[in-house]
């Protein structure tokens, strides 16, 4: 249930969004980086990304952070237009739309170089017995992320959640889960900014399990949402075809 303080500023920012001419589309996230965050420089390029294509289209946009799982909440509720970034998963449609898709990154598994794990095979070619093989390890994973759909559905697997992929590192580093599911250039940045001394211990599992594209999912309870997913898909085909996506993205360093 979301808490009244919550609603009640959600309701004013929305209020106050929707007094322009233009349309405003309210959205949930988190902070992400290098993908996207309060402080970072722009707030990252999967923000500037969605804030040009909906500008493109004649709309504003607000973005609203959260921890993710509130994040999802209050977009699964209706309480904002919107969710961003997310993975396709086909379960989220019962609640959700997919916008077009924007690049992302390479997904797998972290884990500490002192220990000799390996994949059997090459994931990419049998996912499902290289998780197998994996099972008598402890994986962290992030409350509410989606990761892949194998990995998710693979019950016979371990997995211990957590508040967000910060809390996975220090618990990877502390050794009390083996593995954890995270975003490469998530974890990269995370080590590189907060935990550079990590970098002696932990290393990025090859090869990555896929390489990820991200979408808006508009909430199906959400005023319009049909509407506003247009205006989106509008707008992201304009920046991708004249090059401003890819300026964008090498502005960031991606």
Same mark, same amino acid.
């Given at each position: 249930?979301?808490?009244?303080?919550?609603?009640?500023?959600?309701?004013?920012? #929305?209020?106050?969004?929707?007094?322009?001419?233009?349309?405003?589309?309210?959205?949930?996230?988190?902070?992400? @980086?290098? =993908? #996207?965050?309060?402080?970072?420089?722009?707030?990252?390029?999967? =923000?500037?990304?969605?804030? $040009?294509?909906?500008?493109?289209?004649?709309?504003?946009?607000?973005?609203?952070? %959260?921890?993710?799982?509130?994040?999802?909440?209050?977009?699964?509720?209706?309480?904002?237009?919107?969710?961003?970034?997310?993975?396709?998963?086909? @379960?989220?449609?019962? $609640?959700?739309?997919?916008?077009?898709?924007?690049?992302?990154?390479?997904?797998?598994?972290?884990?500490?170089?002192?220990?000799? #794990?390996?994949?059997?095979?090459?994931?990419?070619?049998? /996912?499902?017995? @290289?998780?197998?093989?994996?099972? $008598?390890?402890?994986?962290?994973?992030?409350?509410?992320?989606?990761?892949?759909?194998? %990995?998710?559905?693979?019950?016979? /697997?371990? +997995?211990?959640?957590?508040?967000?992929?910060?809390?996975?590192?220090?618990?990877? =580093?502390?050794?009390?889960?083996?593995?954890?599911?995270?975003?490469?250039?998530?974890?990269?940045?995370?080590?590189?900014?907060?935990?550079?001394? =990590?970098?002696?211990?932990?290393? %990025?599992?090859?090869?990555?399990?896929?390489? +990820?594209?991200?979408?808006?999912?508009?909430?199906?309870? @959400?005023?319009?949402?049909?509407?506003?997913?247009?205006?989106?898909?509008?707008?992201? +085909?304009? #920046?991708?075809?004249?090059?401003?996506?890819?300026?964008?993205?090498?502005?960031?360093?991606?």
């Amino acid at each position: 249930m979301i808490k009244p303080l919550l609603l009640i500023t959600l309701f004013l920012w #929305i209020s106050f969004s929707h007094a322009s001419d233009r349309p405003t589309i309210v959205l949930s996230s988190l902070n992400w @980086a290098p =993908y #996207i965050g309060q402080d970072m420089p722009e707030k990252g390029y999967v =923000y500037e990304i969605v804030k $040009e294509a909906f500008a493109r289209s004649g709309a504003n946009v607000d973005v609203l952070f %959260f921890p993710w799982a509130r994040a999802l909440h209050v977009a699964r509720h209706g309480h904002v237009d919107g969710l961003f970034p997310e993975y396709y998963d086909k @379960a989220r449609e019962t $609640e959700f739309v997919f916008s077009d898709p924007f690049p992302g990154g390479p997904v797998g598994f972290y884990k500490r170089r002192d220990r000799d #794990i390996k994949f059997s095979i090459d994931p990419r070619t049998n /996912l499902t017995k @290289a998780l197998r093989d994996l099972k $008598e390890y402890r994986f962290g994973v992030v409350r509410g992320y989606i990761n892949t759909k194998e %990995f998710d559905d693979a019950d016979y /697997l371990k +997995k211990e959640e957590s508040i967000s992929d910060n809390v996975n590192l220090k618990r990877l =580093y502390k050794d009390r889960v083996q593995l954890i599911f995270i975003d490469k250039y998530v974890a990269q940045y995370i080590i590189a900014t907060r935990y550079p001394w =990590y970098s002696l211990e932990l290393e %990025f599992m090859s090869p990555a399990l896929e390489v +990820k594209e991200l979408y808006i999912v508009f909430s199906k309870k @959400a005023e319009d949402y049909q509407k506003k997913l247009a205006l989106f898909n509008e707008g992201l +085909k304009i #920046i991708k075809d004249d090059g401003t996506m890819e300026e964008l993205m090498s502005k960031h360093g991606f």
